[in-house]
């Protein structure tokens, strides 16, 4: 069954950077890709961006052009998202999801890690 | 401006059917970009409903369904039960953005 494990929380100072992983399993990872997606306290989903399992093209959302960078290891079928220069408002849950576009963006997103709580606190 | 646009919360009665909105525009639902309808139940990570404007991944209910207007989507769910009670998030994709919109969320509370 496809999973998508992702790692655990993580208290950061501001000005901080932070990796997320996501592993993923029970299917072809280079045959999807990977989207990630936020919830901050009291607030609804945010799109971050959207990488490809197949070539690692990736696409930011505009707001966090700069910010942020995701990866992939084909090898471990892992995803990696970090965002660097950290402020209180990055507070949040962060999800990965399975993005059934591999090449492009789709937005269909059929599976989901459970979750990482990202704490931004001086 | 590249925003959708859902109710912040809708409310039915146990086997009631009840619709939430999502308005989008030209530079996205309107532009012809798929809509998909995520639920999100307390605690616990999204859940996909609906995908490609009216299609149901296996295990979804029939009593969820999709459908979508010009620059507007919506998500009916009938026979209403208390285990709906979630939020539920409309998403397209944005040209204007070259990116993946999220609507606000609509809050379901089941009476």
């Known amino acids: 069954q496809v999973q998508m494990v992702q790692s655990g929380a993580e208290v950061k100072k501001p000005g901080a950077s932070v990796k997320v992983s996501c592993k993923a399993s029970?299917?072809?990872?280079?045959?999807?890709?990977i989207t990630w997606v936020r919830q901050a306290p009291g607030q609804g989903l945010e799109w971050m961006g959207w990488?490809?399992?197949?070539?690692?093209?990736?696409n930011y959302a505009q707001k966090l052009q700069g910010r942020v960078t995701m990866t992939t290891d084909t090898s471990t079928s892992t995803a990696y998202m970090e965002l660097r220069s950290l402020k209180s408002d990055d507070t949040a849950v962060y999800y990965c999801a399975r993005d059934r576009g591999v090449v492009v963006i789709t937005g269909t997103l059929d599976y989901w890690g459970q979750g990482t709580l990202v704490t931004v606190s001086s | 401006q590249s925003v959708l646009t859902q109710p912040p919360s809708v409310s039915g009665a146990p086997g009631q059917r009840v619709t939430i909105s999502c308005t989008g525009s030209s530079s996205n639902i309107g532009a012809g970009y798929d809509v998909q309808w995520y639920q999100r139940l307390p605690g616990t990570a999204p859940k996909l409903l609906i995908y490609a404007n009216d299609n149901r991944p296996s295990g979804v209910p029939d009593r969820f369904s999709g459908s979508k207007s010009g620059t507007s989507a919506s998500l009916a769910i009938t026979g209403l039960q208390a285990e709906d009670e979630a939020d539920y998030y409309c998403q397209s994709y944005d040209s204007s953005l070259r990116g993946v919109l999220f609507g606000g969320g609509t809050k379901l509370t089941v009476l």
């Open positions: 029970g299917y072809t990872f280079t045959s999807y890709g």
């Open positions: 990488i490809s399992g197949y070539n690692g093209n990736a």
